[in-house]
């Protein structure tokens, strides 16, 4: 059977396994509720809102895997789409790779999603998975960068940082998930590259080290992530909004 015929099956890996410290003490982040819902049935709603993921893998916390499989048993999920709890690892790399190793045959396309990301539309999901059909090996949801960037020299907390210099904010994107890959391309990757301290946070920036080609594909203003306490008051907000506006 010849590639072109071969039917293309996507599946999503969520990484959820780890704490959020940012937010604060309490639940783990993916756990948080959003509208009374946690964040990470969210993140699995917004996956599989697309007609293109048949898959949904989220990765736990080691010794959560019982708990997130009893969340997602607990709450209404599109019933076209599989859903899979695999417990993860140390690291957010790890924790994909494992995602990646629970992969059935027959899966072509990989979206690795942050389930911090709870309110991406289904177009840009949809926009992803597209530019992967048609061939690029990596794909990145971006979008320009209102605010100028400047690179400093670190230093200590509350002290000034000298600038180094300031990059041309046209060539800057901020990147968003899900990122979108060939399965082979990802799994190489993910071969390729070992875990060195915290790990790869970034699975297109693996795919850059093997000198494959990553591509941008337009982001979402709603795709942000939710790490600080505003970012929630700004997540309710959009929820009321979609409320209000479909009546969900």
Same mark, same amino acid.
């Given at each position: 059977?010849?590639?072109?015929?071969?039917?293309?099956?996507?599946?999503?890996?969520?990484?959820?396994?780890?704490?959020?410290?940012?937010? !604060?003490?309490?639940?783990?982040?993916?756990?948080?509720?959003?509208?009374?819902?946690?964040?990470?049935?969210?993140?699995?709603?917004?996956?599989?809102?697309?007609?293109?993921?048949?898959?949904?893998?989220?990765?736990?916390?080691?010794?959560?895997?019982?708990?997130?499989?009893?969340?997602?048993?607990?709450?209404? $999920?599109?019933?076209?789409?599989?859903? $899979?709890?695999?417990? !993860?690892?140390?690291?957010?790399?790890?924790?994909?790779?494992?995602?990646?190793?629970?992969?059935?045959?027959?899966?072509?396309?990989?979206?690795?999603?942050?389930?911090?990301?709870?309110?991406?539309?289904?177009?840009?999901?949809?926009?992803?998975?597209?530019?992967?059909?048609?061939?690029?090996?990596?794909?990145?949801?971006?979008?320009?960068?209102?605010?100028?960037? #400047?690179?400093?020299?670190?230093?200590?907390? !509350?002290?000034?940082?000298?600038?180094?210099?300031?990059?041309?904010?046209?060539?800057?994107?901020?990147?968003?998930?899900?990122?979108?890959?060939?399965?082979?391309?990802?799994?190489?990757?993910?071969?390729?590259?070992?875990?060195?301290?915290?790990?790869?946070?970034?699975?297109?920036?693996?795919?850059?080290?093997?000198?494959?080609?990553?591509?941008?594909?337009?982001?979402?203003?709603?795709?942000? #992530?939710?790490?600080?306490?505003?970012?929630?008051?700004?997540?309710?907000?959009? $929820?009321?909004?979609?409320?209000?506006?479909?009546?969900?």
């Amino acid at each position: 059977m010849s590639d072109q015929s071969r039917p293309h099956r996507t599946a999503a890996v969520i990484p959820a396994a780890g704490r959020g410290v940012r937010l !604060g003490p309490g639940a783990p982040k993916a756990l948080r509720a959003l509208s009374g819902t946690p964040m990470l049935i969210h993140a699995v709603r917004a996956m599989a809102a697309s007609r293109s993921v048949s898959l949904v893998v989220v990765v736990a916390p080691p010794d959560g895997a019982a708990e997130v499989k009893n969340l997602l048993d607990e709450h209404a $999920l599109p019933e076209r789409t599989d859903y $899979l709890v695999v417990p !993860g690892g140390d690291t957010r790399q790890e924790s994909v790779r494992l995602g990646l190793d629970a992969l059935p045959e027959g899966i072509s396309a990989v979206l690795v999603h942050d389930a911090a990301r709870p309110l991406v539309p289904v177009d840009t999901v949809d926009a992803v998975i597209e530019a992967v059909r048609d061939g690029a090996p990596a794909v990145v949801p971006a979008l320009p960068l209102a605010d100028t960037v #400047k690179e400093v020299e670190p230093g200590a907390p !509350g002290e000034p940082e000298p600038v180094l210099g300031t990059p041309v904010r046209a060539r800057l994107r901020a990147v968003q998930t899900p990122q979108g890959f060939d399965r082979d391309t990802l799994v190489r990757a993910h071969a390729a590259v070992a875990v060195s301290g915290e790990g790869a946070t970034d699975d297109a920036g693996m795919v850059e080290q093997l000198g494959a080609p990553v591509v941008v594909v337009p982001g979402h203003e709603e795709a942000f #992530k939710v790490t600080r306490p505003l970012d929630l008051v700004l997540a309710e907000a959009v $929820l009321a909004r979609r409320r209000a506006n479909d009546g969900f």
